[in-house]
């Protein structure tokens, strides 16, 4: 009975090292240039992400809203599927409808649905970077 358990505590151990090492490896990301500093986004896994990931690379001209975000009315629709959200973080990367794309620089509560594309890793000084107005920002592909 003893070597049971530690086989079966083996095995448990190597499917758990396992899942998560796959979990890991398939994190995808992309690339947010503002001037010359570039951020890592960390992507969300939906139909969203795969068809914006087809676009990309694209610069565009994004427009200050609200005091907290900018963004961008792509040519075309995205798929979407948006979700009551409640807590905007600064760094989050959503689409707003089917074609608006959305980088916040401030956390603040909402009442409005978006869906969800990603978050940008180390976002401390976001807010500098977008800084008041427009912004040029480049989307890509890690790596490119």
Known sequence: MYY???ILGL???GII???STTLASETETMQIKIGNKEYSVILNTNNTTKALSEILPITVKMSEF???EKYYLLHNSLP???EHIGQIKSGDVMLFGDDCLVVFYKDFK???SYTR???IENAADLEQMLGRGSVTVTFEKKGQ
């Open 117 to 119: 594309i990603g978050h």
């Open 66 to 68: 609200n005091g907290n």
């Open 11 to 13: 095995l448990v151990s």
């Open 80 to 82: 979407s599927r948006p």
């Open 110 to 112: 909402t009442t409005y």
């Open 4 to 6: 049971i358990r530690q």
């Open 17 to 19: 090292l396992s899942t």
